[in-house]
């Protein structure tokens, strides 16, 4: 059983950061495309920034210019780093692994981030 580990989460006042983490196993760390989505209360989950093992980055419009997502691979993490947090920010922030060499997806525990004053 695969587990990603996430971490970061918690309470900033709009304007501030947070950095999120999510450590998987060395073996997944490989070929693969690792994201963070999010779901806000009565909102889809949607997709905020993904990184493949080659380093191409993708943002969503809503994030660009104040997240960025980094990996590294000596310790199987993935991080993603949160700028001038805004209260639309406020939601559950899922890792998400796409273990592409083994064809298998999974998903983190969630990570709760409240952007409130």
């Known amino acids: 059983q695969v587990q990603l580990v996430e971490s970061g989460g918690g309470l900033v006042q709009p304007g501030g950061s947070l950095r999120l983490s999510c450590t998987v196993p060395?073996?997944?760390?490989?070929?693969?495309?690792m994201g963070w989505y999010r779901q806000a209360p009565g909102k889809q989950r949607e997709e905020v920034a993904t990184i493949t093992e080659n380093s191409y980055t993708n943002y969503a419009d809503s994030v660009k210019g104040r997240f960025t997502i980094s990996a590294v691979n000596a310790n199987n993490t993935v991080y993603l780093q949160m700028d001038e947090l805004k209260p639309d920010d406020t939601a559950v922030y899922y890792c998400h692994l796409n273990w592409r060499a083994a064809g298998r997806t999974y998903w983190g525990q969630g990570t709760q981030v409240t952007v409130s004053s």
């Open positions: 060395a073996i997944t760390f490989t070929f693969y495309v």
